[in-house]
């Protein structure tokens, strides 16, 4: 079953306009909240992000918070998935194609779920390899909006180089994140992400994180990092919803370390699988 406008219809039944301005101009916004063991994982957040999006497109939901986290909650009543994602779309509306608002339009709220991919012990034993590339994007970075593009030919150059993460990095501000992750080093101890800012999505893993460095009174450090002070960093990681915490041991061709996952990046790994233990069970 999938949430389109209201309602709880089987996913070949679903159908948005061609007219749809997500479908067309990318105007619109989504959400990818993980569940484990049909319990989604910090949906507060991921349904604040969502207003917060909504706000900065100037886009009134046509639903309030307790609302979409019933529909959402509905959606994965009868999944037994161990881990399932859900995807949620809300784009400005089908109207005839201009680019200014259109005066009456409502907007297409979509949902569904699929089945989620755990990250393999393999690849949290040996981390992964990321490349870096220039950031053509502009700045609403901190906008979940479904302008992907320069996120898909990120990944795409980062698949053909056979890598798992793109890094975007930002003329005369450093490496600011991943196409679809954000970014963590360690140096010296001090563990360092880039601050909030137009240049990166604030992303809801990246703030558990931060919140389990702060409990084990790991110093903390909110600034972008260069590229060569992130190939000379003791380890560095991505977060991501789907990803968790997952280190990156090769980057741009050069091995971070001693090539494998460092102490700190395990720590925080395991105190966040320890986070969903106990909000969700698994
Ligand atoms: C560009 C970008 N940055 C960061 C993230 C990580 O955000 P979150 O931890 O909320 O999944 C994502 C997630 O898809 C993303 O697309």
Redesign the pocket.
């Given at each position: 079953m999938v949430f389109l406008n209201g309602q709880f219809i089987p996913e070949k039944q679903a159908f948005v306009s061609i007219c749809d301005r997500g479908f067309q101009l990318g105007d619109g916004i989504y959400e990818?909240i993980r569940c484990y063991q049909g319990r989604p994982f910090r949906l507060g957040d991921h349904i604040e992000r969502l207003f917060q999006s909504a706000q900065a497109i100037r886009l009134e939901l046509p639903y309030g918070r307790d609302e979409l986290a019933g529909f959402v909650n509905r959606l994965i009543a009868d999944v037994t998935w161990d881990y399932a994602d859900i995807y949620i779309q809300v784009t400005r509306g089908g109207a005839p194609r201009v680019h200014e608002f259109p005066a009456q339009i409502h907007p297409t709220v979509l949902m569904y779920v699929s089945q989620g991919q755990a990250v393999s012990p393999i690849t949290l034993e040996q981390g992964i390899e990321a490349i870096i590339i220039p950031d053509t994007r502009g700045t609403l970075?901190n906008i979940?909006s479904v302008n992907l593009l320069p996120?898909v030919l990120a990944r795409q150059a980062a698949a053909e180089a056979g890598a798992g993460e793109a890094l975007f990095e930002r003329e005369g501000i450093g490496v600011v994140?991943?196409?679809?992750?954000?970014i963590f080093a360690v140096r010296k101890g001090v563990l360092s992400t880039g601050p909030l800012s137009p240049y990166?999505?604030p992303?809801?893993?990246?703030d558990c994180v931060l919140q389990l460095a702060k409990a084990q009174g790991l110093p903390v450090e909110l600034e972008f990092l260069s590229r060569e002070e992130l190939l000379t960093a003791d380890e560095v990681f991505i977060?991501?919803?789907?990803k968790e915490v997952l280190a990156v041991t090769i980057l741009a061709g050069q091995m971070i370390g001693d090539g494998r996952p460092g102490p700190i990046t395990l720590k925080l790994a395991s105190d966040y699988r320890a986070l969903i233990k106990r909000e969700c069970g698994i």
């Open positions: 990818v970075c979940k996120n994140e991943g196409a679809a992750s954000n990166t999505l992303g809801v893993t990246r977060t991501s919803t789907s």
